[in-house]
Every structure is written in C-alpha cells, then in structure tokens.
C-alpha cells in the first residue's frame, strides 16, 4: 500500500493551514510570525490543502463547519481557542485527534518553534521565541 503522505520537501513547501471565518480576526497571535500561512474558512479549504498543508491550525469557533467535512485525522492538527474558560474544548480535540490545544494569551513560544519546525522556516525572532534567563557563563 502506497504511502498517502507528502515528502518531507513537499510539505516545507506548503503553507500552513489556518482554518478560520474570522480572517482579520487573529484570536491565538499567529500574525508576527514569518512562517508561511494559508488562511481558509472552513467551507473553502479543499482535501488535498489539508492533506498537504505541514501544519493545520484550527480556530476552535470553526470545530462544527470542520467537523462537517469528516477530514481524516492527521498529525499536526492543532486547536486554538481564543475563550479560555471552555472546558469542553478537550473532548472536542480528541474527538477529531488534535495534537495540541492553545489558548489566547498563552506562551506561544512552542507554537512559532513548531511552525518553523514543519515549514523548515529558516527565518525567525529569536529573541522573542528564547524566553527567560539566559544560561549562567560556563555551561
């Protein structure tokens, strides 16, 4: 049986998938980052986008239009939420097998660093993706 999963070169190639009917709205702080990005509402995105994209962002307010499209799930699909006290939020990215939920206003540090990971986006701000102390002379 074939492999239906794109190349490592193909997929660095390819945007990251933000699914999201809110495009000027940018609920979990995705706009200082350089990394390519692809900004689709739910009804528009085809299959093979979605196949093919390194990394699917998931605005939590799109999870019904999402999961009327029966996508099969995939890794690196990742659930953002921008209403932090919605406690159904974790059954709901199981349910369609999300890698990781984000909250508005969260350290967004290992998001940008996963985004650079899977676009293979050599740019980036360091010094805002290094947070804390730096490390004592010698070590």
Excluded: K
């Excluded at 900004?39 to 994209?53: D, I, K, N, Q």
């Excluded at 986006?121 to 070590?139: K, M, R, S, V």
């Amino acid at each position: 049986m074939p492999n239906s999963a794109p190349a490592p070169q193909e997929r660095a190639r390819t945007p990251v998938l933000v699914i999201s009917d809110h495009p000027d709205d940018d609920p979990i702080g995705l706009r200082p980052c350089p990394v390519p990005l692809r900004r689709l509402p739910s009804p528009l995105f085809s299959a093979e986008e979605y196949r093919l994209a390194p990394l699917v962002i998931l605005d939590d307010r799109n999870y019904p239009a999402f999961t009327l499209r029966h996508m099969p799930r995939r890794p690196g699909l990742i659930l953002t939420l921008a209403d932090p006290g919605d406690d159904t939020v974790h059954p709901r990215a199981a349910a369609i097998g999300a890698e990781a939920v984000l909250h508005a206003g969260q350290d967004l540090a290992w998001l940008h660093l996963r985004l650079h990971e899977a676009t293979a986006c050599h740019y980036a701000h360091w010094e805002e993706l290094l947070t804390g102390p730096p490390p004592p002379p010698g070590t």
